[in-house]
């Protein structure tokens, strides 16, 4: 991809960003008000999430790689299941990943 258009889709995409975040502002506050929309609102930022962490959690590239991530993030969950503040949590995934990698 030539550098002119890289630049121009990184533009395009910020264009993009940019209209939906606007177009959001636009929409009537009463259509947010509906329990409805709160509810799939509420799914919709769950389930990207969960997608987010799958994909940067099992994959190399277009390969699924089990490696010292999968340990990590299960390590990250127990943490957080148990109630631990958010720093504990990432600090806890990190240092797992670390060792297990330094003793691969």
């Known amino acids: 991809m030539s550098p002119g258009a890289l630049w121009g889709a990184v533009l395009g995409a910020a264009a993009v960003t940019f209209a939906t975040?606007?177009?959001g502002h636009r929409v009537p506050a009463h259509w947010l008000a509906r329990p409805r929309v709160a509810r799939i609102?509420?799914?919709v930022t769950v389930a990207l999430l969960a997608a987010l962490v799958g994909?940067?959690?099992f994959t190399t590239g277009q390969t699924v790689v089990l490696d010292a991530r999968l340990p990590?993030?299960?390590a990250a969950a127990v943490a957080l299941a148990l109630r631990a503040p958010f720093v504990v949590?990432?600090?806890l995934a990190a240092v797992v990943?670390?060792?297990l990698r330094a003793v691969a």
Do not use: E
């Open 72 to 74: 990590a993030l299960a």
């Open 55 to 57: 994909v940067q959690s």
């Open 21 to 23: 975040k606007l177009l």
């Open 97 to 99: 990943a670390a060792v």
């Open 41 to 43: 609102a509420a799914l």
């Open 89 to 91: 949590v990432v600090l």
